[in-house]
């Protein structure tokens, strides 16, 4: 499913216009970005958590140059469902 279909879905199940849901479905993915680069986790009750994972420093290996490289720590966004959400998920 995508944006789109996600827009269409919610338009067409609320009755509100597809640009008005387009618009706030954008500024919630915005918001939760914005939570995320500033390292807040944004919980969602029933649904899931997104939340920052900290990455450790380390050494990988360059095999096609057959060097060492080192992989400084860093910070990746994911999203964690919520335990109802993964219930519903596997019926």
């Known amino acids: 499913m995508t944006k ?3 827009v269409n879905e919610i338009a067409k199940s609320t009755g ?3 640009l008005d849901v387009l618009k706030t479905v954008e500024a919630f993915m915005e918001e939760v970005k914005k939570s995320l ?5 944004v919980y969602l ?5 997104f939340i920052i994972k ?5 050494t990988a290996r360059n095999i096609s140059q057959g060097t060492q490289i ?3 720590a860093h910070n990746i966004p994911a999203f964690k ?3 109802t959400f993964v ?4 019926k």
């Open 16 to 18: 509100i216009d597809k």
């Open 54 to 58: 900290k990455r450790a420093e380390k």
């Open 4 to 6: 789109a279909d996600i």
């Open 70 to 72: 080192t992989i400084p």
């Open 81 to 83: 469902p919520a335990k």
């Open 37 to 41: 680069i500033k390292e807040e986790n």
């Open 87 to 90: 219930m519903d998920v596997k």
């Open 45 to 49: 009750r029933g649904f899931g958590s």
